[in-house]
């Protein structure tokens, strides 16, 4: 019974987040704290949209969207590049142009 609780707190991150919502419980004034989470969660929404290739994106789109895409279409208009894309034209800059 003890091993079981143990797999299940391994596999269940609920006591780190009580932990971090403590944490964050302790920030004064609120409005900083509101300040911490809403750039946190801005910052996680901005890295997973940049993960998936923009034309994987457009693709989405065209289909209806999901969620991810939309904020990935935000970015891309603001000039923002995602982290697959970046990687791409840099592999493509190793090459030699043809003529």
Avoid: N
């Avoid at 419980?25 to 997973?48: A, D, N």
């Avoid at 940049?50 to 891309?76: D, I, N, P, Q, T």
């Amino acid at each position: 019974a003890a091993e079981d609780k143990e797999v299940i707190k391994s596999l269940f991150h609920i006591p780190k987040a009580c932990s971090l919502a403590k944490e964050l419980l302790k920030i004064e004034p609120p409005s900083t704290r509101w300040r911490v989470m809403y750039r946190v969660w801005l910052g996680m929404l901005f890295y997973s949209a940049s993960m998936c290739r923009g034309y994987l994106h457009a693709k989405s789109l065209g289909e209806g969207g999901e969620f991810l895409s939309y904020v990935w279409l935000v970015l891309s208009l603001k000039g923002a590049k995602t982290l697959a894309d970046k990687l791409q034209m840099l592999q493509g800059d190793d090459e030699e142009p043809t003529l």
